[in-house]
């Protein structure tokens, strides 16, 4: 081959690679849709077990979840289809004012006047070329102005018409056919529209419905008229152009709604049928992508009052388990999270009033069964509900077991001599089981790890407390005063450092720590379990250097080992790999570093102290957020989402989140129980360190480390409180290991079974 043959050939595969690179360079991005169906109220044993096939197939090669509806803020109406599309379109909580109305067609009448006419009357302007009006928008959005101020409705709307995406709403949940105005349903319309209550496309009047007297309030959807509005949706978006599309099958929602006016049987066929005609949605909604495309299937409501439902997504994301920032919990998410995921999807920034995180499949069973994916699921829900079951009961025994007892150990010590000595015992063993039903809470969770009933975890809970108080006081009896409370006081520090390094796995239920169901927090440590945390460590290292005071190593133990303790009990509170708790950073530290000041001899109230407190919280808060944020998206916790929310609308993000803060506190502070224990046990320590005298002084003289933890705590408890927005509870668990011990060797020394220093 000649030279100049080779030339030409070398000449145009050059000119080949150039055309397929400013081929691919100039090539017009390929549109991204995503297609979201309302299926509220529905179960997973709809999926597995009901008519539906075609939702099974999807399943079993998608991502599934538990998802929280996130409806713990307040609320006007409970879980309603509607609130949970104020929730999709904002992206975070929302109350609903029930007198709103829906969505409209742009050309349907709404009473006496058309629903263009209403939306010129209620936003000031002519409508936007727009097929669907949400016109009740002003009216849901005043009322959380003033009793929810921070989502913006219609946000996820905005967020898809900003990544250049086409908007549409299909499906109608009106309750008949011909009703009144007012109780008109239209979630699909609501989800879609972006804050000025517009969705380019779309049809969401009853001419989808059919009369149809045997059906749930005498009316169906017509599958076949939903079926040509989804395609027509699908065909409107315009060239180059994405496309969010929500879809309401309609009848779920009314059979729900007329089931309790039903027969158990009929309530059940007409359920079925409407399970059935919701997989025929699914089928043709899904038929209707490609492989790049996303849809969700979206329980915009749970079937039961707060429980966990079930969501599905198929599409690029793969099969497996879900999981997503807000919770870094395998196979659970929230609905918040589904419109964070919708704007990922159409290739969008988050915005920053939208709480949630994009879904993500999780590490494991990516390949299981999607029996076994759902069989672990229902296992979750069902232990989630059985806890919150026992929640408030046991928490409301437990703060009037614990006020009643430190009233009677106050009293018994008042009394002094005279009392007999079984009086103190008794009143010791007490002592010894409130330190311990903490402790239990979290170690039953080893023992049975997804109980099923409200009365298994309250059984459970019992007998491991008893038992745990019972074998302390057995092994520790003939030992000084302290060894009980360094027991229980450190088993309890080591099980929750332990669980934080594993994941958390026996506190992701926990009584006293956060709830799936509330939705408050899911995965790391929570402000009580924090509070109980930093209790626990004061007491456990202040008494280790009371017995041991004399020791070789007790000098290195209060100059270095304090400060190592707090290192790893803050890091441990605040790392985001590990309990992702940023607000304990403050308080934690002021106590830690208050009560080495005093444990090594100098004066607390300076200046420089305080510079110094401030210089730690600064360093350790910067530390963590950097870690977070170079983490990358999908795996930040809600730090890293703060940092993120910061650079995108600067230091307003940040005020937002200290006045939430300020008025949660407030409003915790009056509505709780926890107030009554905080009373309690601030009562006592106070009054030590402001007057010591008598038991108060004599204790405090034997325990001067102790003595440094109480102050310690105080520090930390008022701190705490003005920082965090669960308020008073901090105190209450801060203090509540620092005063029963105080009580208890107080009561030791009654009866001349004071602590002794042991040396080695």
């Not at 998410?333 to 009033?353: E, W």
């Not at 027991?487 to 594993?502: K, P």
């Not at 929570?526 to 460590?537: D, V």
Request: hydrophobic share 50%.
């Amino acid at each position: 081959m000649s030279s100049r043959v080779r030339s030409a050939i070398a000449a145009l595969c050059a000119a080949v690679c150039v055309l397929i690179v400013s081929a691919t360079a100039f090539a017009a991005p390929v549109p991204r849709r995503v297609v979201i169906v309302l299926a509220p109220y529905l179960t997973w044993q709809d999926v597995m077990a009901g008519p539906m096939p075609i939702t099974r197939r999807i399943a079993s090669g998608g991502l599934v979840a538990d998802m929280n509806d996130r409806s713990g803020a307040g609320t006007l109406t409970g879980a309603t289809p509607s609130r949970g599309a104020l929730m999709l379109s904002a992206g975070a909580s929302m109350i609903e004012d029930p007198t709103g109305l829906s969505a409209f067609n742009a050309s349907e009448s709404v009473g006496a006047a058309a629903a263009s006419d209403l939306y010129r009357q209620y936003f000031g302007s002519s409508t936007a070329p727009a097929a669907v009006l949400y016109v009740g928008q002003p009216q849901q959005t005043l009322v959380n102005t003033v009793n929810n101020p921070g989502p913006v409705l219609g946000e996820l709307g905005n967020a898809a018409h900003a990544a250049r995406a086409f908007t549409a709403a299909v499906g109608c949940s009106d309750p008949g056919i011909g009703v009144d105005v007012a109780a008109r349903s239209r979630p699909a319309g609501i989800v879609a529209a972006d804050d000025r209550g517009d969705v380019d496309s779309g049809d969401v009047s009853e001419a989808l419905l059919a009369s149809d007297v045997a059906a749930p309030c005498g009316a169906r959807t017509d599958i076949a008229r939903l079926r040509t509005a989804f395609r027509a949706a699908l065909a409107a978006t315009g060239p180059g152009r994405g496309s969010l599309i929500v879809v309401d099958p309609g009848d779920i929602a009314r059979s729900y709604a007329a089931a309790n006016r039903s027969t158990t049987p009929v309530a059940a066929a007409q359920h079925a049928r409407a399970v059935r005609e919701l997989d025929e949605v699914i089928g043709f909604a899904h038929a209707g992508l490609t492989p790049a495309d996303t849809l969700m299937i979206v329980p915009s409501t749970p079937a039961v009052a707060g429980a966990l439902a079930p969501l599905i997504v198929s599409g690029p994301l793969g099969a497996g388990l879900a999981t997503s920032a807000s919770t870094h919990r395998e196979g659970i998410v929230t609905l918040p999270d589904v419109s964070a995921s919708v704007v990922g999807a159409l290739g969008g920034a988050v915005p920053p009033a939208v709480v949630g995180s994009p879904i993500q499949p999780s590490s494991t069973d990516a390949r299981a069964p999607l029996s076994q994916r759902v069989g672990r699921l229902q296992q979750m829900a069902t232990t989630a509900v059985a806890v919150e079951g026992a929640r408030v009961p046991l928490l409301d025994t437990y703060v009037e077991l614990a006020v009643l007892v430190l009233a009677a150990c106050a009293l018994v010590l008042l009394r002094g001599e005279p009392l007999a000595s079984w009086t103190s015992s008794l009143c010791q063993a007490l002592l010894l089981l409130l330190v311990c039903i903490p402790l239990a809470a979290i170690l039953q969770f080893a023992l049975v790890p997804y109980p099923t009933g409200r009365h298994t975890v309250e059984i459970l809970l019992a007998l491991v407390s008893a038992g745990l108080a019972a074998g302390i006081w057995f092994t520790t009896r003939r030992r000084p005063a302290t060894w009980p409370l360094i027991a229980a006081a450190g088993m309890t520090t080591l099980l929750l450092l332990v669980d934080q390094w594993f994941g958390a796995p026996l506190s992701w239920a926990s009584i006293f720590d956060y709830s799936p169901l509330q939705g408050a927090r899911y995965y790391g440590i929570g402000n009580q379990m924090a509070g109980l945390l930093l209790g626990s460590a004061l007491v456990t290292a202040a008494l280790v250097l009371d017995t041991w005071r004399d020791a070789r190593w007790a000098s290195a133990l209060r100059r270095w080992g304090w400060p190592v303790l707090a290192l790893i009990v803050v890091g441990t509170a605040a790392a985001p790999t590990l309990g992702a708790n940023f607000g304990p950073v403050a308080w934690m530290t002021v106590g830690f570093l208050a009560g080495w000041l005093i444990l090594n001899g100098q004066r607390v109230w300076t200046w420089r102290n305080l510079l110094i407190a401030l210089g730690l919280v600064v360093v350790v808060l910067g530390g963590f957020s950097v870690i977070d944020v170079l983490r990358g998206p999908g795996a930040e916790t809600h730090l890293g989402r703060l940092v993120g929310d910061i650079g995108q609308s600067g230091l307003g993000s940040l005020w937002v989140l200290l006045a939430r803060k300020a008025v949660t506190n407030v409003r915790v502070l009056g509505q709780t129980r926890w107030t009554w224990l905080a009373a309690a046990v601030l009562l006592l320590p106070g009054y030590m360190l402001w007057r010591p005298q008598g038991e108060f002084a004599a204790m405090l003289r034997d325990h001067p480390a102790f003595s440094a933890a109480v102050a310690a705590a105080l520090f930390s408890s008022v701190t705490g409180y003005l920082t965090e927005d669960s308020g008073i509870i901090i105190p209450a668990l801060v203090l509540m290991p620092v005063c029963v011990a105080a009580l208890y060797l107080m009561l030791a020394r009654l009866h001349g079974a004071g602590a002794r220093s042991e040396a080695t």
